[in-house]
């Protein structure tokens, strides 16, 4: 072929050999602190139903539940429906190592109609993509480094940080290189929000996404005019319990279209 | 024994023989129009879980795919630690009937341990549950009558109902008779919101939850400290599309304090 892949679509890419599992690899470029990094996991096992022969419609729903941490290097990724009725159907995605489970997702795909539609949660008002600067994160959260983050809220100020009582960030989100948004993009982003514990704290503490749940509001047709974005993300987290915390955030195409919800429970250590 | 159990744990019992699948079976008292209430289902999925003699910790979040109907009558429950941490379990939880797949769920409890806790969603400011009036939802919907349903705000109208702009219900939720809030009680809750879609058309349509997930942010003491509640929970949509919208709900005890959080997607036509 000659062309070179994005680096996410070479991250999430799947091989499948007649009569063998499905493998996937870690790439260096989505690397995170300890393992890969969930969003780009969590692309990689939609990614595995939207590759599968018998798939029916678009995605509605993902849940991935991080059981484990993926070792560096490949995998074995199995997608199958558990069940397909006339317009949805239903998978359950695992993700193995050396024959132990390290991540277990369910998903929904849907054969979506018109209908009524309404958007009732509104877009935050924020300066445009052009007006913030772009937050550069450490090198070496590597996975950030595919991203262009502008931050027009709670940024993490890496020189100064203050503890804070309210743990909203609201950002532009972009991919890099440029890369026209699908549902994997999506799954990806509703995992770019820096764990929302270091924004209440102001400091960097353990934690990691327990599970991780998203669902797709937009339709394909929606998807191809936001094109390469960029997309406005919100996220907050709404209580902090005995160790865990969960955090909500939200996707908005530029023109205010709500492309996706997310929520997450996050294990964290202070 | 003799005592008579209460409907709830009557519903979510499950019957265990040895060396035989775990069954469980439908109760009159939580159907809903097709086959049982979504909640009641949620609940003893969880169930399963909490009474698996491998159980480690308490419920942190639990997905719940309803991929088909369950049908009046009994079913097989599945449920399986598909991976054991030192402080954390995951969960995969299948119900099935004749061979066939109805529902698949995946659950994480965790071993708690004191931390920095903080809860930042503050509870709407609404009339004591002694202050308002019950809604009595129609005989039809049996599993309703379970529950003493206060509304503050977004009370289904059923003698002259209007559209809305807002999806949002808030209410209070009290188990009939009386019993002490737990996990499976939470999970249940989650689900106890009529369809959104209905309050902003004005009008009952086809509608069904598709997935649910529920964060559970109650420590076993909060729990013990609610008793039999009851519990504020608050409701609302974010966006409505092509055949399917979300609903995020709420659950607070009367102090404050946010037991838990839960979103599902909901398939309807109009």
Redesign the interface.
């Known amino acids: 072929m000659g062309e070179k892949l994005h680096p996410f679509d070479d991250a999430v890419a799947l091989s499948t050999v007649p009569g063998a599992p499905t493998t996937g690899r870690t790439t260096d470029a989505y690397a995170n602190m300890v393992g890969p990094y969930g969003g780009i996991t969590a692309a990689t096992m939609l990614r595995a139903v939207l590759d599968h022969p018998e798939l029916l419609g678009d995605p ?2 993902l ?1 991935v ?1 991080f ?2 941490a993926i070792a560096y290097g490949e995998f074995t990724v199995e997608a199958r429906p ?2 397909t ?1 006339r317009s ?1 159907q ?1 998978w ?1 995605i ?1 993700i193995s190592q050396d024959g ?3 991540t ?1 997702a ?1 998903a ?1 795909t ?1 054969v ?10 509104a877009m935050p008002q924020v300066p445009a993509f052009d007006a913030l600067e772009r937050t550069v994160f450490p090198e070496f959260i590597a996975w950030a480094q595919n991203y262009d983050l502008r931050f027009a809220e709670g940024d993490l100020t890496m020189t100064d940080p203050q503890p804070s009582e ?2 909203t960030s609201t950002l532009w989100l972009k991919d890099i290189p440029a890369r026209p948004i699908d549902y994997p993009a999506l799954a990806s982003m509703s995992d770019a929000f820096y764990p929302r514990v270091f924004l ?2 102001g400091q960097m503490v353990p934690a990691g996404t ?2 991780l ?1 998203v ?1 797709f ?3 394909t047709a929606e998807l191809a005019q936001v094109g390469a974005g960029p997309v406005l993300g919100t996220a ?9 915390y ?1 955090q ?1 955030a ?1 996707l908005f195409s530029a023109e205010g279209t ?1 492309l996706a ?1 997310s ?1 997450q ?1 996050v ?4």
Chains 1, 2 share one sequence.
């Not at 979506?112 to 949660?121: K, P, Y």
Request: glycine share 4%; hydrophobic share 40%.
């Open positions: 509605i729903s849940t539940n059981a484990a558990t069940r009725n949805t239903h359950l695992e132990a489970v390290t277990v369910t929904v849907a979506r109609r018109e209908t009524w539609s309404a958007g009732e949660l309210d743990s209440r704290l327990v599970s749940t669902y509001h937009a339709t907050q987290a709404a209580r902090f319990s005995a160790g865990y969960d909500t939200r709500l919800t929520n429970v294990y964290f250590k202070a």
